[in-house]
Every structure is written in structure tokens, then in C-alpha cells.
């Protein structure tokens, strides 16, 4: 299986369009050791010819011309991609807004919880993606999915199961102290090839998580691979920059470090690899030469970046 990073940042990527802080600053100065990032997605294929692709970004367009693997072939007909899945982890923007790019009457099938096909239903806007050519089909909340695209099995198949997390920005309900989040806002993936058993070989792909509990470290233990939701080191980095109000907790993702973190939460658990991705903007383990990109690295951690490949 073979996988690659499409988008390692967080949404408005990195640099953030309207972002002048210190590490944004950096990025745009090419300062050694910064790179530039798109927003959170990555690309899968069990033949290296069809591809699924794991959340829709903003930036799209720009992943798909940065991977000759997801062009059209050079022996293809004058409409044609090698996607043919892409599965959404839940409805924030930084994950939806790719879709509006990819509405050239191209037949693909569209996977998604029932809560996050509710939300694309719901918004006309995503009907660019006609029903009759971009079928959309139900992850279960807790189950295997064996992947199809409209020319058949991908031979990929995905485990989702529901992770603590937040329900997407533009759908909040202040009044309510959950804001009205509720199961199948945010799922966790376990990616495998369709002959693969257990979790050897599995690549768990978690971009969004508000927390680790004792059933998470169970499913993930023994894991190959496990990419997994780095926003930010600190909980209160945002305001600590001074670019924000927001903590982590508030956007739906635990942080890095500290006593709850992600770092201590997870340093138990037996895995092949671990990555972070879906990085913000503010995060200090942007800056290779950071004190949190020195922990990091020393806990065993790699930082994901556009463009990183692996193969299971």
C-alpha cells in the first residue's frame, strides 16, 4: 500500500493567508528548514494506479499538480483521474472545501458518515457534485468498509470508529456546552489493504482528536503507522502568539505536550510509526530548530510534511 501526505497543516495552511506571525514570517522568508504546507489530506493505493484520497482540502488542485500519481495518464482518455474514493474524516471546511474543485462531472464515490452526508446534503452548494455522477455512500460509525470506485474494488478497506471531537465550525450551537457535537461528527480510520489482517500493515489516520482514551490505545496498539492530529503543541499557543483567543480543547484537538497530551497519552502504545499532521499554523514544531520539535523527534514522533511518502 502505498501512502502520501498530501497536507500536513492545519486549515489556511502554512503560511495562513493572512498570518504575519513569527513562523508564518519564516515560512515566507524561506528560512532554512521551513516548509510551506497545505491544508490536511493524504492519498492511498493498493496498485499504485487507482488512488482514494482522504479528505477533500481547500488545496486541492494544488496536491493534485504536486503528484503525478494523481493526474490523468498519459494513455488516458481526455477525462480521466486515477482518484476514484475520497473519504471524509468529518465536515470542517479545511476537509469539505476541496469537493467544490472537484466537480467536472467526474465519477467518483464519496464516502462519509450519515452526520457529514447530512451537512454536504443540506448545503446546496455541494450538489456541483451531481448524485448521479458522484455517488455518495455511509461509513458506519463503528465497522469495515471495503473501497470502490466507479470502476470497481480499490482493494483498500477502512476500519472507521468515532473519535472525541468537535462538530465543524460553521455548524456550532453556542447554547449548547457541546455545541451541539454528536457521534460521527469526527471518525478515526484504520487503513489496511483488502487482504491485510489485524493491525499489521495498518496505517490509523486520526487528523482530528479531541482526546485518547483506553479504547483508542487498544485499537491503534501494534499499528504500522499511526498519522495522527498534531494543531497544536500547547493548548493556549493561539493566544500566547497573540492570534487568537481559542484553545485546542475549544477547536476539538488536544495538544501535544503536557501531562494530558498527546505525547504522554500515547507513549505506551506499540507502534510502527508515529506522524503528526494537521499541524496549525502556531505550532512551535514548525520550526525544526524549536525546543518542541527537539521533543518531539526525542518521543519518537516524525512531523509530517506535503509530499512525504510511505509504503505498507
Same mark, same amino acid.
Given at each position: 500500500?502505498?501512502?502520501?501526505?498530501?497536507?500536513?497543516?492545519?486549515?489556511?495552511? %502554512?503560511?495562513?493567508?493572512?498570518?504575519?506571525?513569527?513562523?508564518?514570517?519564516?515560512?515566507?522568508?524561506?528560512?532554512?528548514?521551513?516548509?510551506?504546507?497545505?491544508?490536511?489530506?493524504?492519498?492511498?493505493?493498493?496498485?499504485?494506479?487507482?488512488?482514494?484520497? %482522504?479528505?477533500?482540502?481547500?488545496?486541492?488542485?494544488?496536491?493534485?499538480?504536486?503528484?503525478?500519481?494523481?493526474?490523468?495518464?498519459?494513455?488516458?482518455?481526455?477525462?480521466?483521474?486515477?482518484?476514484?474514493?475520497?473519504?471524509? +474524516?468529518?465536515?470542517?471546511?479545511?476537509?469539505?472545501?476541496?469537493?467544490?474543485?472537484?466537480?467536472?462531472?467526474?465519477?467518483?464515490?464519496?464516502?462519509? +458518515?450519515?452526520?457529514?452526508?447530512?451537512?454536504?446534503?443540506?448545503?446546496?452548494? %455541494?450538489?456541483?457534485?451531481?448524485?448521479?455522477?458522484?455517488?455518495?455512500?455511509?461509513?458506519?460509525?463503528?465497522?469495515?468498509?471495503?473501497?470502490?470506485?466507479?470502476?470497481?474494488?480499490?482493494?483498500?478497506?477502512?476500519?472507521?470508529?468515532?473519535?472525541?471531537?468537535?462538530?465543524?465550525? %460553521?455548524?456550532?450551537?453556542?447554547?449548547?456546552?457541546?455545541?451541539? *457535537?454528536?457521534?460521527?461528527?469526527?471518525? #478515526?480510520?484504520?487503513?489496511?489493504?483488502?487482504?491485510?489482517?489485524?493491525?499489521?500493515?495498518?496505517?490509523?489516520?486520526?487528523?482530528?482528536?479531541?482526546?485518547?482514551?483506553?479504547?483508542?490505545?487498544?485499537?491503534?496498539?501494534?499499528?504500522?503507522?499511526?498519522?495522527?492530529?498534531?494543531?497544536?503543541?500547547?493548548? *493556549?499557543?493561539?493566544?500566547?502568539?497573540?492570534?487568537?483567543?481559542?484553545?485546542?480543547?475549544?477547536?476539538?484537538?488536544?495538544?501535544?505536550?503536557?501531562?494530558?497530551? +498527546?505525547?504522554?497519552?500515547?507513549?505506551?502504545?506499540?507502534?510502527?510509526?508515529?506522524?503528526?499532521?494537521?499541524?496549525?499554523?502556531?505550532?512551535?514544531?514548525?520550526?525544526?530548530?524549536?525546543?518542541?520539535?527537539?521533543?518531539?523527534?526525542?518521543? #519518537?514522533?516524525?512531523?509530517?510534511?506535503? #509530499?512525504?511518502?510511505? *509504503?505498507?
Amino acid at each position: 500500500m502505498k501512502i502520501r501526505v498530501l497536507g500536513s497543516a492545519a486549515g489556511g495552511g %502554512f503560511p495562513q493567508w493572512n498570518c504575519n506571525a513569527p513562523l508564518s514570517r519564516a515560512v515566507r522568508e524561506k528560512k532554512p528548514g521551513f516548509r510551506v504546507r497545505t491544508q490536511s489530506s493524504i492519498a492511498a493505493s493498493a496498485d499504485g494506479r487507482s488512488w482514494a484520497v %482522504f479528505n477533500a482540502s481547500p488545496d486541492i488542485r494544488e496536491q493534485i499538480a504536486a503528484s503525478p500519481d494523481l493526474q490523468p495518464r498519459a494513455d488516458g482518455p481526455l477525462r480521466h483521474t486515477p482518484i476514484e474514493a475520497v473519504v471524509l +474524516t468529518n465536515a470542517d471546511v479545511d476537509h469539505i472545501a476541496g469537493l467544490l474543485s472537484l466537480r467536472e462531472r467526474e465519477p467518483f464515490i464519496l464516502y462519509a +458518515t450519515a452526520r457529514v452526508l447530512k451537512t454536504l446534503g443540506e448545503n446546496s452548494i %455541494f450538489q456541483v457534485l451531481n448524485p448521479e455522477v458522484v455517488e455518495r455512500r455511509e461509513l458506519p460509525l463503528e465497522g469495515v468498509t471495503e473501497l470502490e470506485g466507479p470502476r470497481g474494488p480499490l482493494g483498500l478497506s477502512v476500519e472507521t470508529f468515532a473519535v472525541s471531537g468537535k462538530v465543524a465550525l %460553521f455548524l456550532e450551537n453556542t447554547d449548547d456546552d457541546n455545541f451541539g *457535537t454528536a457521534p460521527g461528527d469526527t471518525i #478515526g480510520i484504520a487503513l489496511r489493504t483488502s487482504a491485510s489482517q489485524g493491525t499489521d500493515g495498518t496505517l490509523f489516520y486520526i487528523p482530528g482528536c479531541a482526546a485518547v482514551d483506553d479504547a483508542l490505545r487498544e485499537r491503534i496498539d501494534g499499528g504500522a503507522c499511526l498519522m495522527f492530529d498534531g494543531t497544536v503543541f500547547h493548548d *493556549t499557543e493561539m493566544a500566547d502568539t497573540g492570534v487568537g483567543s481559542k484553545t485546542g480543547a475549544r477547536m476539538g484537538h488536544m495538544a501535544i505536550g503536557g501531562e494530558h497530551g +498527546t505525547l504522554a497519552a500515547l507513549r505506551n502504545v506499540d507502534l510502527g510509526r508515529r506522524i503528526f499532521v494537521h499541524i496549525n499554523n502556531t505550532n512551535p514544531i514548525l520550526d525544526p530548530a524549536s525546543d518542541a520539535a527537539k521533543t518531539v523527534e526525542a518521543a #519518537g514522533w516524525e512531523i509530517g510534511y506535503d #509530499g512525504m511518502e510511505l *509504503t505498507l
